[in-house]
Every structure is written in C-alpha cells, then in structure tokens.
C-alpha cells in the first residue's frame, strides 16, 4: 500500500514575499500556547518546515505558517511561523498573510470595513486591523511584539569586507542593523547578489559571542537576519521613507521591506530622537515593494527602553492547494515527519 498523506495550503503573498499557509492536514500538536507548540516542532517535528521550503515542494524564499489552536483566550487563531532560518518568534509580512489568509477563506468571518482580529503568534499577541472592502482584504495593520535596541556600536571585522559597524535590534527576532551607504549598497534589484553575498559573510563572522537570550522568551538561537538601512529622507509632505533591504541566513534576501525590519528600524530611530508617537517611516524593499512603519508609544521589555509599532501592508491569495505527500518517496525525509501528518 502507498503512504501518502495530504496537506491543505493557501499561498499568499506580502510585498513579494509568498508564505504557504497550512490549514489542514497537522495532527493536534503538544503545548498549549503557539510558543510552546512552536518549541515541539523545532524539537520534534521539523520535517514540515524543511518539506515545505524544499524541493520539490518548495524553496527556501518562501515561508510557512501552521495555524494551529491559540492558548490565549483573546486569539482567534495561532500561527506558527517557519524560515528558512528557523522559527522566528514573529514577523510582520508572516502576520499580514495569515491574517488575510484566515479572512479570505472564511476561517475567520470576514465583517466588512474596519474589523479587528487577534492572532497568537510565538511571541505573543498580534492585534490586527483588517481593511475589507466587497469581500477582499485591501489592507493589514498589525501591532505585535515590542522591539527594543538590546546592544550599539558593535562591529566585527568580516573577511573581503573590512571591519563592520552595527547595531543589536530585537524585534520578533534579534536584527543586526547596518548602514547600507557605509558598504557601498544603494539597496536596488541589481545589487541583490551582492547583498547577499555580503550578509552570508557577516553573520557567519559576527553570530560568536552575540547574545541570543530574549528577556522573557528565554534562548531565541543565532543571529538571522541582516537589515541594511537607506538613508531615511523626508518628503515634500513632510513623510520619511528609506530604501531597505533584509537578509535571512541562510542566503535569502527578501523581497518585501520586511514587517520585523521596518519594526526594528522604527525602535532605532525612536529611541535616537529621530522618529516619535505618531510618525511613520515607509521602507522600501530593493525590487520596490513597500511597508509603512508607525510607532505607537515608548514601553519597557525586561529592562529595555523599547517601542510598540505597527506595520501596514497588503497580502494577496495566489493559490488554493491540496497537495499529496508520499512517504515512501526518497526525496520526503520522513524522520519527523510521518507523525505529524493526518493520516
């Protein structure tokens, strides 16, 4: 008899960036929160993130989110979030796709106008406002984890690059933040090689010694991502915008600003007087897709001045699928995945 199990997916897409968002398929997974059902796959079941962002059924610029049952009693839904870096505790274009998602297909009753809408996530709460306009989501508003300056003035000294001046961001997950214009970098399409060339380089050099310990979430793993900053100009109308771009290691440059990036370069700026409560920041991603960034007010995380800020932007559906996965197929590493799997 064939073994062969099935999977329910819904492809979407945030500012170029496609998440496949599972929604049937996964047997019940152990924990109560999205955190701790999050910790189980990365221990116990990581043959679907590597399934799933593989060939042949995937690649690894893509993303995948397991929406699973929340712990929190205010979530209508949790999503596990998986990179090709791992399991990032949040993301904002990972949120905006399953947030759309879950609308668009019914899962959560879609209400037309303003609607809010709660998601766990590993890190906690995202408390999102949907745009609904004749039964499409035109836009996500999400505000999740708080992001926070954890160390400045690092640098490091990379091999074929010279020494690297950078900061330590956390925001969903700990971001090293480098001035593009420094290294060269003007973030276009053109230079999408040589970005990620240069953030392969640097965060094999820079992760030793750099912290991974989060003060409530505990050990959140090595440095994964790279964001190069633009400069940030102002606008006749008085907005501010910056060319950005963000590496994930291993060896992807992502094609949105990204929602952690511009929250993470948000926190920097606010916390050097540059941005305040109420201000934006529009980052734009080197093939052009954008966000915009608003920061909400000054918090605290552990011990940390941190930022509360949301992140807008727009998912579009791209594909509804049912597809087959074989296990007696050699290409299925089936290690950890055969019991996670609907039989």
């Not at 791992?86 to 209400?111: E, F, V």
């Not at 000294?157 to 925001?171: A, Q």
């Not at 920097?268 to 093939?287: H, N, V, Y």
Request: hydrophobic share 40%; net charge negative; with cysteine.
């Amino acid at each position: 008899m064939h073994r062969e199990r099935a999977l329910e997916l819904i492809d979407t897409q945030a500012g170029g960036d496609v998440s496949r968002i599972v929604t049937a398929g996964i047997e019940p997974l152990p924990g109560r929160t999205a955190l701790e059902k999050a910790r189980f796959l990365q221990k116990e079941g990581d043959g679907l993130r590597r399934l799933l962002l593989s060939e042949p059924y995937g690649d690894p610029a893509m993303s995948v989110d397991l929406i699973v049952e929340p712990g929190h009693p205010e979530a209508q839904a949790g999503y596990i979030i998986m990179e090709a870096m791992g399991y990032p505790m949040y993301s904002g274009s990972n949120t905006i796709c399953a947030a759309t998602a879950l609308l668009q297909s019914g899962t959560i009753p879609m209400i037309e106008g303003l609607q809010q809408v709660v998601l766990e996530s590993p890190a906690g709460l995202a408390r999102i406002t949907a745009r609904n306009v004749n039964g499409r989501v035109e836009s996500i508003t999400t505000q999740g984890e708080p992001a926070y300056v954890a160390e400045r003035g690092l640098s490091v000294n990379v091999p074929h690059y010279g020494r690297v001046e950078f900061d330590l961001v956390w925001s969903g997950a700990y971001f090293a933040m480098l001035d593009a214009g420094a290294h060269g970098f003007e973030l276009t399409a053109e230079e999408q090689i040589a970005l990620t060339a240069f953030g392969d380089a640097f965060v094999r050099k820079a992760r030793p010694g750099l912290r991974q310990e989060h003060p409530t979430l505990g050990d959140v793993g090595p440095l994964p991502f790279v964001h190069f900053m633009g400069r940030a100009r102002t606008l006749e109308n008085g907005k501010v915008e910056s060319r950005s771009a963000t590496y994930v290691h291993p060896g992807v440059i992502c094609r949105s600003p990204t929602g952690t990036g511009t929250s993470a370069r948000l926190a920097l700026m606010a916390g050097q007087g540059e941005l305040a409560p109420g201000d934006t920041l529009e980052t734009i991603s080197p093939r052009g897709n954008r966000f915009v960034g608003a920061v909400v007010g000054e918090t605290t995380v552990g011990d940390f001045p941190a930022w509360n800020s949301t992140i807008t932007g727009r998912a579009r559906l791209m594909a509804h699928s049912r597809i087959t996965v074989d296990l007696d197929d050699p290409l299925v590493d089936t290690s950890d995945l055969e019991k996670l799997l609907t039989p």
